[in-house]
């Protein structure tokens, strides 16, 4: 496999039906966090770029005229659209492509938004991209999980998930070297965002954390689907092992964790924002 890592659309297959319930939930007020920050007002339209099954446009799409979902796995944006009508969001529509397949004749935004999906992009293409779909003023948001939060002392009243046991689990099947879709991300994700962004003529740098903090209870199911959920250990990567693994991992959370629960402390969200020059 080449160093150089290149998307391919199985980077997700199997994925999108352990999601919901795998996923920890972004912290509860976030949407209303980004609408006062921005001053929406339910007009203008929002693009969500590698929506997933819609975890953030859903909560978001009360706040604009319309909403459109871009992500390039069908089941995906099948989930997606379940959830919209399970919700009663009528406003969302989903587009099947990629960021890099943009405009796509989308028109124009008032906000365009990754949601812990621009390191998967060509960035510096699609953020240039991005700002000529925005209008005067628009905004680019990234979301994600807080990262490095502070140290909780008050014990859980469960073992922690454990991740890191997962993760050997996984690379005992897979290999050493992370998998992505038919890739291996030998230098891992790329970071910093700050500066492809404002590359791209992007200024107003503006951050918000959103606290969360309450403690879940989460069963071996959740950490199964949560394991299954992720571009790395995908469910098609397994092969003809895939039971085989599923068995093991079972094996190796029940082992941990005898009468099935443990308990999670929800992170903070991450909203950093940039806006389009109005001149």
């Known amino acids: 496999m ?21 996923r920890l939930p972004y912290a509860t007020g976030f949407a209303e966090a980004l609408a006062g920050s921005l001053g929406l ?22 706040y ?21 009508t399970r919700s009663g969001v009528t406003n969302a529509r989903w587009v ?26 060509d960035r510096d293409r699609v953020a240039a991209t991005v700002r000529g779909m925005l209008e005067p003023g628009g905004a680019f948001v990234h979301i994600s999980d807080l990262k490095d939060p502070p140290s909780d002392p008050t014990p859980p009243p469960s073992p922690a998930p454990p991740y890191d046991r997962i993760g050997d689990l996984v690379r005992h099947f897979l290999g050493p070297v992370r998998r ?10 790329p970071g910093g965002e700050e500066l492809v962004i404002a590359r791209a003529g992007f200024e ?9 903090g309450d403690v879940v209870t989460r069963t071996v199911d959740d950490l199964v ?18 039971r085989e693994f599923e068995r093991d991992l079972r094996a190796l959370l029940e082992r941990e964790a005898p009468d ?14 940039w806006r389009k020059p109005r001149v």
């Open 225 to 242: 689907a949560w394991t299954f959920s992720n571009s790395f250990s995908a469910p098609h990567l397994f092969g003809d092992r895939l």
């Open 180 to 189: 992505a879709g038919q890739g291996r991300l030998v230098h891992g994700t």
């Open 41 to 62: 007002d339910g007009g203008g339209r929002l693009l969500d770029v590698g929506c997933g099954p819609g975890i953030v446009l859903l909560p978001l799409a009360r």
């Open 2 to 22: 080449p160093d150089v890592w290149q998307w391919d659309p199985t980077l997700f297959r199997g994925s999108a039906a352990y999601y919901e319930r795998g």
């Open 204 to 212: 107003g740098y503006a951050r918000q954390v959103v606290p969360a």
């Open 64 to 84: 604009f005229e319309e909403a459109v979902g871009v992500d390039p796995d069908e089941d995906m944006l099948t989930e997606a659209e379940r959830r919209a």
């Open 260 to 273: 099935g629960r443990f308990a999670e402390r929800l992170p903070a969200t991450e909203i950093r924002t």
């Open 96 to 121: 099947a492509a990629r960021a890099e397949d943009l405009p796509a004749g989308l028109g124009t935004f008032r906000a365009v938004v990754f949601a812990q999906s621009f390191h998967w992009t």
